[in-house]
Structure formats: C-alpha cells, structure tokens
C-alpha cells in the first residue's frame, strides 16, 4: 500500500503524532513524507530518521507562514501526481482544515481523529471515538485516495535511527492565494498535553484549602484564586516529579485558576497519557470527554459520590492536600528524587 504521510510543524517544531502516522503508514507498506515550509531540511532530515522511504518537499517562501490555500492546492496537486492509496494526517487544527480542503479538491473524504486502521481486502476500516467518547465506530471511505488524522499517541512511535538518510524530492509549489499573513503571535507556554505520557490535573478543589490563609487586603475572588495557585503548586510538583504536565478542568481555568493551554475537556484537550491523575475534579462530562482514553485513571476527591470514580480505575477518597504532597514524596523516594 502507497502511502503519503504529511508531516505537520510550526517552524520546524515537529507535532510528534506525525512520526506515529509515519509509523503507521510503514505498518502498512511504503511511507512517503511530506514537507512543507520555508527552511525545512531539519524537517526533511528527520523525516528519513523516523523511517520514510522518500520524501517530498515543497521548500518555498511562500509556504513560509501556513496558509490554506497554497498548501491544500501543493498538495492536492502532488497527490493527483502520486496516486498514493492513503493520505496520513495528525490531528492539529491546521490539518482538519488541510486535509478537508484538499479533500474536496481530490473529490474524496476525510477520515477524522482515527485510533485504529485495519486493512481488509482493499478496503481501509478506520476505528474513531464518537459521542463524546462513549462509542468506537468502525468506519470507511468509499473513495481514493483514503484521507485521515490520527489521534495523537493512539498508534506506536518509532525510533529515530541518526543513521538513515536520503535525498528530497522537490515539487511544485502552488503559491497563488487571496490571502496574506499580515503578523501573528505565538503565546509563550510549555504545555504539551497532547503528547505527554502523564498528567497531573486539577479543578475547582485546589481552592478549597481552609487551612491556608490569604495575605491581608485580598478580596474573596483574589483569596480564591490565591489558594487554588498554591493547591495547583501541589499539583505541578507532583506532576515534575513524574515528569508529566499539568492539566485542568474548565472550572478551574474559568475560575481564573490558570491559563486556558492547560484546559483539559471538549472545550480543551483531548488527551490519551499513560497516567491521569485527577485531583479535586467532580468529573462532569465535559471533563470526561478529554481524558477517558487515558490508560490508567486515578482520582482524587473528597466526595465519595464524584462521578469522576466511575472513570478510574483507582480511587482515593479524602483531601487532596494531605494525598498529593504524600504522593509526591512517596514517588520521590521511589524515584530517587
């Protein structure tokens, strides 16, 4: 099976799931990468150590900032050229808008968010969460090539090998377009959910520490929100001593607790660690929605009823300010910390 793998970056910042399609695709049969930007060969360079067989590139200014245009038409057009099988995706917001636009070019569909793929015959069987999570729907495109995203650490990473090279094939950039990036910002901010194997996270209980007393001249919401960043101090050392992130629930970063690139939920981020630990999370579905494919749940929460204990596989019931430090020096000494 001939497969074209796009490798998705932001200024030669890799998302890591585009190594896990290349993964699959080799699974499958050959992987061809795509590149494109502005100065990628260290793009390009790794794209050969993670395993493909060739790669593509379209290195131009033009391609410099991402616009849909000119990248859905460069790759709508190399496509037609290839005739590949299968077209791999991770799923990024630029690539649910990239590979839906070159769909309609290549007069096929797009197979969103997969955390499965099987070959049957010559027919591809995509597995995807639907209803927020609650179901896995077998599914198929009726036309070629095949176009999907994957779910970000649902399929195998492979390993780098620095000994793998090779040389790009350059092609065609389409570069007309009626749009033109006039600036941009990019916040500042180590969060990586998508990609981390454990996360640490916490809700609306990290403010509910009766025993902390705020510094004089502070209004309720200002104490509030003063004892919730000591509660979620907690919760970041814990989470550096596993070396995971930290997430939240909505009503945290609502509630001014902390910054929305930790928001973990249908309105944040949908994440698959190894480990999630919850701590002072209710559990309401929105939450749920984000975290229930995590391998392994743990909550903590001192109302037994949470819903959040359905959802875990373990259970503590008492006040995350006695459990988490205790956490943390528990796996700090078996860490060697």
Request: hydrophobic letters at 45%.
């Amino acid at each position: 099976m001939k497969t074209l793998v796009y490798i998705d970056h932001f200024k030669g910042e890799i998302q890591p799931a585009s190594w896990e399609a290349l993964g699959l695709a080799k699974s499958l049969g050959t992987a061809s990468a795509i590149v494109f930007g502005s100065g990628v060969d260290a793009v390009v360079k790794a794209a050969f150590e993670y395993g493909a067989d060739e790669v593509f590139v379209a290195d131009d200014a033009a391609l410099a900032d991402y616009r849909s245009e000119p990248y859905a038409a460069t790759l709508s057009a190399l496509a037609s050229s290839q005739s590949p099988d299968l077209i791999l995706f991770p799923t990024t917001a630029r690539t649910r808008e990239l590979s839906a636009m070159s769909a309609v070019d290549l007069n096929t569909g797009v197979l969103t968010d997969i955390s499965a793929l099987e070959v049957s015959g010559e027919q591809l069987i995509a597995t995807r969460p639907i209803y927020e999570g609650k179901v896995l729907e077998k599914t198929v495109c009726s036309s070629k090539p095949v176009m999907a995203t994957i779910r970000g650490r649902a399929f195998p990473k492979p390993e780098a090998d620095a000994s793998r090279s090779g040389t790009a094939t350059k092609v065609e950039v389409k570069a007309e377009t009626l749009t033109v990036v006039e600036g941009y910002s990019a916040s500042e901010s180590a969060v990586n959910l998508g990609d981390a194997g454990v996360i640490v996270s916490g809700g609306r209980g990290v403010s509910n520490n009766p025993a902390l007393v705020p510094p004089a001249g502070l209004d309720d919401k200002q104490a509030e929100i003063w004892r919730a960043q000591q509660g979620f101090a907690l919760i970041t050392e814990l989470a550096n001593v596993l070396g995971g992130a930290v997430g939240a629930s909505r009503a945290a970063v609502d509630g001014g607790y902390i910054p929305y690139s930790h928001q973990v939920g249908q309105t944040g981020k949908v994440v698959t660690p190894d480990l999630y630990i919850a701590c002072g999370i209710s559990g309401a579905i929105q939450h749920l929605v984000g975290m229930r494919n995590a391998k392994v749940i743990v909550a903590i929460n001192k109302d037994a009823d949470a819903p959040i204990f359905k959802q875990a596989r373990y259970g503590v019931v008492g006040d995350l300010f006695q459990i988490v430090p205790a956490l943390t020096a528990a796996f700090k000494k078996k860490l060697g910390k």
